[in-house]
């Protein structure tokens, strides 16, 4: 009976070193840290039990040794010591009953123990592969910081070249600014020197000037009379040439320094312009309303045709001298092409100007400057 409780006693710790071996090779990959951690939890967990394997293993054995004396004693015995066997037997039964209860409850120790190894290996490999997935993420993590330390470490790089290359840059623009820097002050110094010689020469002008306006004065001092006499001249020949002009030119009105003739005769304004042309003079131009108001006396309102045309462009009145209108004495409402015919020839009259058709039949008035 020993040897069998024994047995039961004995399997499950295989059952126990079964499962351990089914559970180390079942166990995940793990890193070598936490391979250490628990093959040391487990190896603690081992010792354990055969420490207390180790402490019910003497006690099996002083209790079967005790029984096998008791034996032979009692083979040994003569029948008088009967009663005393009895009180032995039953005290061996008791602790055979006691030694039976206590390897239940080692046996039930074990069992405990089996169970709470297999939730612990379970709660490890869980803790395990939690730690896998942290180590995994972590070093993607790192990674990929590794990937963008290096893409920093380009863009830095870029940057330095680029910052490398606007300093030459700078260098260079710099020197280009010393180099100007230098003629810009150069040529300001040949502008100064040349500033000099501009002020020097200057003076030198001023001074001649000076000098020539001092010889002009007693010139025009000494040809004054000369100029004077000229003039005298000049005038007296003027005198003779318009005195001439008007014995010739009995009909002829003279009005601050132009001679005016009107006609009594009707002709044409092209005619009329002939006319004054082939005696040196032109229809008339009113440059003022003082001129105006003496050709409105002088025709006494009898409509005569003035040089006012507007025959090159319709619309643009010019004079005869292809001067522009500048005083206008149009009468209201003219010009107006009455009728839709052309009308390009202006017209004297009382009231004012109007335009008529260039070939009507009318008095005219001829203008000759003799003085300008």
């Keep these: ?199 020097n020469l200057t003076e030198a002008r001023d001074e001649l000037l000076s000098k020539n306006m001092q010889l002009a004065k007693e010139r025009d001092i000494s040809s004054s009379n000369l100029d004077l006499i000229k003039h005298r001249d000049q005038l007296n020949k003027e005198k003779n040439e318009l005195s001439k002009s008007l014995q010739e030119m009995d009909e002829w009105i003279y009005y601050k320094s132009s001679l005016y003739f009107l006609s009594t005769e009707k002709k044409s304004w092209t005619e009329s312009r002939r006319y004054c042309t082939l005696r040196g003079a032109d229809l008339i131009i009113i440059n003022n309303s003082e001129e105006q108001g003496f050709v409105k006396k002088i025709s006494a309102d009898v409509n005569v045709w003035i040089g006012l045309t507007d025959g090159d462009k319709e619309g643009r009145w010019k004079w005869v001298d292809s001067s522009t209108l500048t005083f206008r004495f149009w009468t209201s409402g003219e010009p107006n092409s009455y009728g839709g015919i052309d009308e390009d020839c202006a017209v004297n009259y009382g009231p004012g100007w109007a335009d008529f058709p260039c070939n009507h039949l009318m008095q005219w008035i001829c203008e000759k400057v003799i003085l300008k």
């Design 1 to 199: 009976m020993l040897k069998s409780r024994s047995s039961q006693h004995c399997n499950p710790l295989e059952v126990s070193a079964s499962n351990n071996l089914t559970f180390n090779s079942n166990r995940p990959n793990m890193s070598y840290y936490g391979n250490m951690g628990i093959e040391h939890e487990m190896d603690r967990e081992d010792d354990e039990e055969m420490n207390i394997y180790i402490n019910v293993d003497p006690i099996n054995s002083s209790h079967v040794r005790t029984e096998t004396e008791n034996s032979e004693t009692k083979r040994q015995q003569t029948p008088q010591h009967t009663g005393s066997d009895t009180v032995r037997n039953r005290s061996s039964r008791a602790s055979s009953v006691c030694l039976v209860l206590l390897c239940v409850l080692l046996l039930t120790a074990v069992i405990v123990l089996c169970v709470l190894i297999n939730s612990k290996s379970t709660n490890y490999s869980e803790e395990t592969h939690q730690l896998l997935t942290k180590i995994t993420n972590l070093t993607e993590e790192r990674d990929q910081q590794q990937n963008e330390k290096d893409q920093l470490q380009i863009k830095i790089t870029n940057l330095t070249e680029e910052r490398d290359q606007q300093q030459n840059e700078k260098d260079q623009l710099q020197i280009k600014i010393t180099n100007l820097t230098e003629e810009r002050d150069q040529q300001q110094n040949e502008k100064d020197q040349l500033q000099i010689k501009i002020t």
